[in-house]
Structure formats: C-alpha cells, structure tokens
C-alpha cells in the first residue's frame, strides 16, 4: 500500500471497505499534514480537527457494520465560501471573519450523508474575486510547486491543498475560471459542472448567473465518484435543473474511437506560453491514437469573453453584495454616528480592496444612463459566445484549449493593475458565460511548473468529459506527480 | 475611458462604501482601466441578437408551491448579529 497521503479518493474508498485502514488513522494521518504546512502554504482558513475525527469515528462504525456507502470515511475539504453549520464560513473576507454558518450548504449536506470526514475551511480570493489567491484576508495561499509563487485563485487553497497532498480531494467554485485555474497552476484536475448541475444553496453568492460548484481532486475518477455525490436537483436553488443524475464512473473507460475533438483556434492565437501549447498539441496526438478524430474549430466571438464577464461579474456582484449591511450580520464599524455611517464605515472595512473595486465597477455599470449601454449590450455579446459554442458543438463533441496563458506566476507580479490580473482568466471565462461544463488537467511540467489542458462540452455533457480526461489519465501520469517536498 | 475622483466619489456613496483618502485615487486608475476593457465590447455587432436571460437555452425560472417552508428560526439566524435585543436589530436611532 502506497502512502495514505498520496492515495486518491477512490484508492482511499478501496482500503477503507476492505478495512485495511480506518477513517480515524487516515484522519489523524491528513489532520497532522495539514497543520504542519499551514506554515509553508496557508492553504486552510480552518482546520475543524475535533468534528472531523468524531465524523470519521462514525464513519468507522459504519464500515464496521457494512452500513458505508463508497465515500464512507473518506476526508475532504470545503472551501470556505460553503456554509458548514456551527463552523466559521469567513468567504476569505474580513467582513464575514466572526460568521458561524447557522446551516449546511446543500454541496455540504449531501457529502457528510455520505459518510464523508471534513478537514477544514480552504483559504480563497476574497468573495471569490480574485486570480492568484492574494486578495484573502487571511493571507496569500502559495503554491507547493514553488512557494514563491501564487496557487491560482480563486479556489487557490483548494487546488494547493490537493497538490500538496494534505486532502485527497476539495470542494471549489467556479465563476469565470476559479476551479480550472488553479487547479492548472496547481497540476491537480479541477472539474467545473455545468450551471445548475449542483445546488448553489448555502454558498455564499458572487455572481449568480455564473456562480457553479465543483471540484479539485487528482484524477478524473475521482470526480467521477463526487460529482455523483454532490450532484442533483435542490428545490432550494432556484437555478437548479430537475434531471437525473448519471453513475459517472460508468462510462469512465468507454474508449474514444471516433471522438470528435475540436481544437479552439482563437485560444491558440496570442499569448499563449509555447511551451503550454507544445504540451497541448502532444495530448492531442495522443488521443487521436486512441482513436478521436482531431479538427480546428473557431468561436469568432470568443476573444470578447473578458470584457463580457467584467460587467456581468461586477454587476450581479454589486448587487449580491448589497446585503452586507453591518446590521443582520457580518462586520460592524465602532460607534457609528448615524446608520448611513454604520453602512458606509461597516463595508468600508469589511471589504478588501479588489471586492470594493468590483462593487463600484458593477454599480457605475448598473447607474441610471448606463445600463442598456453596458449591461444590456454585455449580455447581448454572451449570446453571441454562447451560440458560437452552440454551433462548434454540431460539429464536435468536445473542444479542447488551454487553461491559463503561463504557469504560476510570482507573488505580487500581477497586483498592480486590475486587468492584467484579470486576463489570466481569458480561456476559462467562455464556459461560465455560456454555462458549459468543463474539465482541466495536467498534460505537462515546464521548469518544474504544471501545464494545463483545457475540455469544454456541451451543457450536461460532463460524463463525456470525464471519460475524455480518464482515458488520457490511463495513459499519463502527469496527475500522480506530486510537488517535490510534498510526495 | 477615464473616470474623476468625483465619479469615484459619487460611486461610492452609491455603493454605500466609505473609502479613505489613499483609496481615491487607486480607483480613479483602476476603474479606468478596467472601462477601457469594457469598451471593447463596442467591437461586436448586436443588432441582430437578444440580450441572455439565462445561461441554460430554454430554461424558465421556476417557481414553487405558495406554501410555507420555513420554521421561525430567528434566534438562531441572530447569533451572527453585531447588536441584538429583544428579538430586535439594533440601529443608530434613525426618527429623532
């Protein structure tokens, strides 16, 4: 048996039904790495060590009776924008540093009825907001790669917390590239679902005609298994899409003979790492031997994905935000000298910088005279996007691209101006606009630094994803290479 | 496209944010640059297409039974409240 730190959730679900390890031994094994790297990564906002070794006390005695389902005592981690009741929920934001979640988000709910065993809280952009991890209050995550350098964000401790062997697996969002990012600048897969696949209930709110659940693990398998999980109809989010959920292990290993892979011209154009393309084009060379066919497809309108999203993300932000008031709850500026004080100073001190600057971004964009102008015409653009995915999806089944422009870059290389920052999230912005489902995976190292391809699907089309991803996973193992320091 | 310290100003105040007097001028330059982005989105012709209503083609927002579903749950929901009393948010007085 390998080390239990370096085992993925399936492998981990195997020696825990076959009972050659207990919940409580691997519990204590990843509790004591995860304190041991808060040092070196800060990868957690909270470690909840006590309820986690009483779930998997419980988990045990579940597998003892053969009463456990295949996630039964295995441990994951949240990040900390999922309501987990009686823990802190602090959105990596000081504004919500004192809130105790008062119920579980719905992602929550149904992964402890599973038996699973949660570690903690993993560290985030503020609100989300944000592409390197470095706009948390509680601290930039680092990347277990080089800890000079930024995981990604805004899922950041997520992906560095999977990487970096301390969970087998974690839970993220994803509203215009936040799970697949850093899960490539991390060299961790990171599946983000299509809008409305999982309940947005209980997660704290961003964007909510982009916000979607998913997940950073190893290996697509894993997902498999999670997403089955987390997955499904939630009469509680209102966006939620009423059809069954699929056994996505199932059609994990189907083979790829006559697959159609479009390969996105626009994401090949400009900027792109050539070392990240190079690695690209190789796994396309090798799922075209296992039989998919390979043809370039172009989405014209693509390009105009990140202004699109910076005013679609600004102004539902703006407006989400609206309800931290200083007042139901969340910060509370001292001696406030009338409540427009209390609102103002509250919101003044509870937000970071890069939240402020996309409240004010979204209210200017949403004020009188503006709206047709920006809001309006952004939204007209995202139809444009979408139908252009629409149509490559008559002629292929999956597209593949690129996930980011470069590998992890420094810390504080890209905080000076906003929009440099926000051009990192060119090629994973489209399928939040168009709600698709989309997958990333490691296909590479550059200086030691992970590479990342990029798969998009049409909407629901994630077990295909899943299979595509697996199957280049049966033949790479780019997945399984730990940071050094952390295998 | 560039905005002046008095549109930041004015934002602000919309946006219920006080912000300090180092903060101004980072986001006269950031929201600057962030609405020359946007004005990219000049380039593309929508005279022809409708403004999205939803991510997913087809889908209507759905709407349910009118029916109660929540159980009062007040003092729980008010542990998180910076001042409480009597059931009550407390506030700076707003009627003299």
């Not at chain 1, 730190?5 to 076959?18: C, I, K, P, Y």
């Not at chain 1, 005592?73 to 540093?97: N, Y």
């Not at chain 1, 690695?279 to 060379?285: F, G, K, S, T, V």
Request: proline fraction near 6%; charged fraction near 20%.
């Amino acid at each position: 048996m390998s080390d239990l730190h370096d085992m993925g959730v399936a492998e981990l679900s195997a020696a825990l039904q076959a009972r050659r390890v207990s919940s409580v031994e691997l519990t204590q094994a990843l509790l004591g790495r995860v304190t041991r790297h808060q040092a070196d990564l800060n990868a957690f906002i909270s470690i909840t060590a006590e309820a986690a070794l009483a779930e998997a006390a419980r988990a045990d005695a579940q597998l003892c009776s053969r009463d456990a389902g295949p996630l039964t005592g295995v441990p994951l981690a949240h990040k900390d924008i999922f309501c987990t009741r009686d823990q802190t929920t602090t959105c990596g934001s000081r504004m919500l540093a004192n809130f105790i979640s008062p119920y579980d988000a719905t992602v929550v709910e149904r992964l402890r009825a599973a038996g699973m065993v949660m570690l903690g809280k993993t560290n985030m952009d503020e609100f989300a907001m944000g592409s390197s991890n470095e706009t948390s209050y509680f601290g930039p995550v680092r990347n277990p790669w080089d800890t000079a350098r930024v995981p990604g964000g805004s899922s950041g401790g997520s992906a560095a917390a999977v990487a970096a062997r301390l969970t087998p697996a974690a839970t993220a969002t994803d509203t215009g590239g936040s799970i697949r990012q850093p899960a490539a600048l991390c060299g961790v897969t990171g599946l983000k679902p299509t809008y409305g696949r999982v309940s947005r209930f209980g997660i704290v709110a961003f964007a909510s005609s982009l916000d979607q659940a998913g997940l950073i693990t190893r290996s697509a398998e894993d997902a498999a298994l999670l997403l089955r999980a987390m997955a499904g109809f939630d009469p509680r989010d209102s966006t939620s899409v009423e059809l069954p959920v699929p056994d996505y292990g199932a059609a994990l290993a189907a083979p790829l003979k006559g697959l159609k892979i479009g390969v996105l011209k626009e994401f090949f154009d400009t900027g792109l790492d050539a070392r990240i393309e190079q690695h690209i084009r190789a796994a396309l060379e090798l799922l075209r031997t296992q039989g998919a066919l390979i043809k370039d497809v172009s989405l014209p309108n693509l390009p105009l994905s990140v202004p699109t999203y910076y005013v679609v993300a600004p102004a539902e932000c703006s407006s989400n935000l609206a309800r931290f008031d200083g007042v139901r709850y969340g910060h509370r500026c001292d001696k406030p000298r009338d409540l427009l004080d209390l609102y103002e100073r509250s919101r003044g001190e509870g937000f970071g910088a890069e939240v402020k600057r996309r409240i004010m971004t979204g209210t200017y964009l949403l004020s009188a005279g503006y709206y047709d102008a920006f809001y309006l015409k952004a939204q007209r653009v995202r139809q444009l996007i979408s139908n252009d995915f629409e149509r490559a999806f008559r002629e292929v089944d999956v597209v593949i691209g690129p996930t980011t422009p470069t590998t992890a870059f420094e810390l504080g290389a890209k905080t000076a101006d906003p929009v440099t920052m926000y051009l990192n999230d060119i090629y994973t912005i489209g399928a939040n606009l168009a709600g698709l489902p989309a997958v990333s995976l490691p296909c590479g190292l550059a200086q030691g630094l992970p590479t990342a391809m990029q798969i998009i699907g049409p909407h629901f089309a994630e077990e295909r994803l899943l299979n595509v991803a697996h199957r280049y996973q049966l033949e790479t193992d780019w997945h399984r290479r730990a940071p050094p320091g952390y295998a | 496209m560039s905005l002046s310290r008095r549109d930041i100003e004015n934002i602000a105040r919309l946006a219920r944010l006080a912000l300090t007097e180092q903060e101004i001028p980072v986001y006269v330059e950031g929201l600057s640059r962030i609405m020359g982005l946007v004005g990219e989105l000049d380039r593309a012709d929508t005279s022809q297409v409708e403004p999205m209503a939803h991510p997913l083609p087809g889908q209507r927002q759905r709407l349910r039974a009118d029916a109660v579903t929540e159980t009062d749950q007040h003092a729980l929901y008010q542990r998180n409240a910076p001042q409480v009393e009597a059931g009550l948010y407390l506030v700076p007085r707003v009627i003299e």
